[in-house]
C-alpha cells in the first residue's frame, strides 16, 4: 500500500510552521516526511524553514519537473519537490505545507490526500501578522481579506476538510494535528 499526502494549509500567520515544527519529531516516529517547500523568497527571510529560490530559478526547476504540485500565491512561487512521488509509492506518508487555493489540483493529482485547514481567530491572526514583521500593514490587509473570502466558500469547495483552530491553545492544535492523522490511517 502506498503512502498518503497529508496536505495542511490555512491563512498566513495561522501557525502552520509552527505546528510542523512542534510536530516534527512524533510525526518521524510515525514515518511521516515533512517536505520542506521551494519557495521565491529569500532564504534568510524571517519564517518557514524554506529553500529560497531566485524567480528564474524557480522557473527553470519548474520546467524540468522538479516539483509534484506548484502554485501562485502572495506575488510568490511555491514549489513541492517531486521525491515525495518516491517516498508516497515506498508508503511513507508525507505532509506538504500547501495552498487553500491550490487544494483542488492537488486532490486531482493525488485523490486521496488529506487535507487539513489551520484556522485562527481574525484578530489574533492579525496580531501574528504584524507581529512576525514580514509585511507592510497593506500587505497584511490583503492577506487578510484574502482569508475572508476563502473562509466565504470553503464549506462549498472543500468537501473532506479536517479544521483545526490554533486560535489559542497551541499544544492542543499540535495534538489535535496528531489525533487527525492518526485516526484516518495510521502512519507507515
Same mark, same amino acid.
Given at each position: 500500500m502506498g503512502?498518503?499526502?497529508?496536505?495542511?494549509?490555512?491563512?498566513?500567520?495561522?501557525?502552520?510552521?509552527?505546528?510542523l515544527n512542534a510536530a516534527h519529531e512524533r510525526l518521524a516516529v510515525r514515518g511521516c516526511r515533512i517536505?520542506?517547500?521551494v519557495i521565491t523568497r529569500s532564504a534568510e527571510a524571517v519564517g518557514e524553514a524554506a529553500v529560497g529560490v531566485s524567480a528564474d530559478e524557480f522557473a527553470r526547476?519548474?520546467?524540468e519537473g522538479a516539483f509534484a504540485?506548484?502554485?501562485?500565491?502572495?506575488g510568490l512561487a511555491y514549489g513541492i519537490p517531486r521525491q515525495i512521488d518516491e517516498w508516497l509509492a515506498a508508503g511513507?506518508?508525507?505532509?506538504?505545507?500547501?495552498s487553500r487555493a491550490y487544494l483542488a489540483q492537488a486532490r486531482q493529482r493525488y485523490p486521496?490526500?488529506?487535507?487539513?485547514?489551520?484556522?485562527? @481567530? *481574525?484578530a489574533? =491572526?492579525?496580531?501574528?501578522?504584524?507581529?512576525r514583521g514580514r509585511e507592510t500593514p497593506e500587505q497584511i490587509e490583503q492577506r487578510l481579506a484574502r482569508n475572508a473570502r476563502f473562509d466565504s466558500v470553503a464549506a462549498a469547495a472543500t468537501k473532506g476538510l479536517h479544521v483545526l483552530d490554533n486560535s489559542s491553545d497551541f499544544?492542543?492544535?499540535?495534538? @489535535? *494535528?496528531?489525533? =487527525?492523522?492518526?485516526?484516518?490511517?495510521?502512519c507507515v
Open positions: 503512502g498518503r499526502l497529508i496536505y495542511l494549509m490555512g491563512p498566513s500567520g495561522s501557525g502552520k510552521d509552527s505546528l517536505v520542506q517547500r526547476m519548474e520546467g504540485l506548484s502554485w501562485r500565491a502572495n511513507q506518508d508525507v505532509l506538504v505545507n500547501g486521496d490526500l488529506l487535507a487539513l485547514l489551520l484556522t485562527v @481567530d *481574525l489574533v =491572526l492579525r496580531q501574528r501578522l504584524l507581529a499544544e492542543r492544535t499540535v495534538d @489535535d *494535528l496528531l489525533a =487527525l492523522i492518526g485516526a484516518s490511517r495510521t
